[in-house]
């Protein structure tokens, strides 16, 4: 198949958010315990109770920003059960998800230590459906206030003297489910209410993120933009990728046909209509764009992989993960100007997580390499991207494709869709005429993984297939693949 792609270098558009890349961290199966977290005594090398591998994979994947503690757990979790001595916190059981023991071991002081091993940024969502107004204050008290009081005494006497200077504030999560099962009318007031007493403390000017729709639920965002929209920064938009739309039969993470991957691939692009339709109603509140929208949870979702806990949401990667990802970050990529963050579910052990790990051992998946791959968008500027390609079964294009320009260097990632056939690209890049070029790409087989017994199946490798023709730079893309191409003056 024969496509082609134009780019234009010489007018740089809106900067992509590094945010745009971030990641979900939720205490569900396996992600904060023996995935991020594995305790201070553990023989895994670990600092402070943090796993060291993990988090360099994370630092060299540039995760940009990291939400915790949930998800539906955030709705039943309440902080002051995770500060202070270990042996002093609360243990609960966690009736979302598994019915597991939770002994609070992870908790605020916890968190904002891997945020800073990592480097990324920290977004906590708060506790509206069994919480109350003022938890939710102190909450915000403790991470950012300086002042003398009580809630601050406490975190000094936890070891930190230095607010924490949080930003990014979610105030409930999926309110009209697991969060409450509220009407929108109902969380309009409830949100209102409660980012009321979420005080600015300093220089640290909370960025209020209310609860938004899950897919296409265009009533609930009328509603919240009506009733709260100038009491927010940020509305959130739930969407996880279900290849045949069957909650209670979602399919296998590994064992699929080629009309599973393309039906999967084609529920992953309805991305681009859920966010312009959802961006169409807010412009009707929100003409200035005060208000952007925040994907912040994201990705596929299949059965659990057999003889796991069913509750623990563990899933295997593989090529057809990737390209999902590649898909959904090019359209993220495309909406950069009314995005503000998006946080794919979820980092390690749950869902497309990035990283899988069993005890010693750990596995960089698909996704992750991915994420790789695209990381040269982080805070670069949008360039105009135009892709002519015949379809795939489902109806997408075979091609997708990003490029943004930092440093006078041009990245265009591009990903060919189908499972079988290679693609010839034409590329054309306007204003780098006779830049030199070098990529990475990643491909394989639609179900090729990286498992704990063969953990480098999938990983870029150096790109070289690629000429310059009369007509431009001639790209010839394998099936089922991703590539990274930097052009340079």
Known sequence: MKASIHVDARHPGVKISKNLYGQFSEHLGRCIYNGLFVGEDSPIPNVRGIRSDVVKALKEARVPLLRWPGGCF?????????????????????????????????????FMDLCEQVGCEPYINANVGSGTVREMAEWVEYLNSSGDSSVVRQRWANGRKDPFHVKYLGIGNESWGCGGNMTPEYYAGAYRQYQTFCRTYGDDKLYRIACGPSENDWHWTETLMKQ???????????????????????????????????????????????????????DRYDKDHKVQLLVDEWGTWFDVEPGTNPGFLYQQNTMRDALV???T????????????????????????????????????????????????????????????????????RQVSASASMKDGAVTLTLSNLHAEEGAEVLVNVEGMEHA????????????????????????????TDFSLTQRGLLVKLPACSVAALTFRA
Request: hydrophobic fraction near 40%.
């Open 74 to 110: 955030a709705d039943e979790y309440h902080w002051q059960d995770g500060i202070g001595p270990k042996e002093n916190r609360k243990r609960m059981v966690n009736t979302n998800w598994g019915g597991v023991v939770e002994d609070n071991s992870f908790g605020t002081h916890e």
């Open 228 to 282: 709260a929209g100038k009491y927010m920064d940020g509305l959130t938009l739930h969407y996880y990728t279900v290849p045949n739309g069957n909650w209670k039969e979602k399919g296998s993470a590994t064992e699929f046909d080629g009309d599973m991957f393309y039906e999967t691939l084609k529920r992953a692009g309805r991305m681009e209509e859920l966010i312009s339709g959802h961006l169409a109603i807010m």
């Open 436 to 463: 030199a070029v070098c990529g990475r790409i990643l491909h394989g087989d639609m179900h090729a993984m990286n498992t704990f017994d063969a953990a480098s199946c999938v990983a870029p490798a150096e790109f």
């Open 329 to 396: 970050l090019d359209i993220f990529n495309r909406h950069a100007d009314r995005l503000g963050l998006c946080c794919i579910a979820q980092i390690v052990n749950v869902l497309q997580a990035m990283v899988l790990t069993e005890g010693e051992k750990m596995v960089l998946t698909p996704t992750y390499h991915v994420f790789s791959l695209y990381a040269d968008h982080q805070d670069a500027d949008l360039l105009d991207c135009a892709v002519f390609a015949d379809t795939i079964p489902g109806g997408l």
């Open 325 to 327: 990802a590649s898909l």
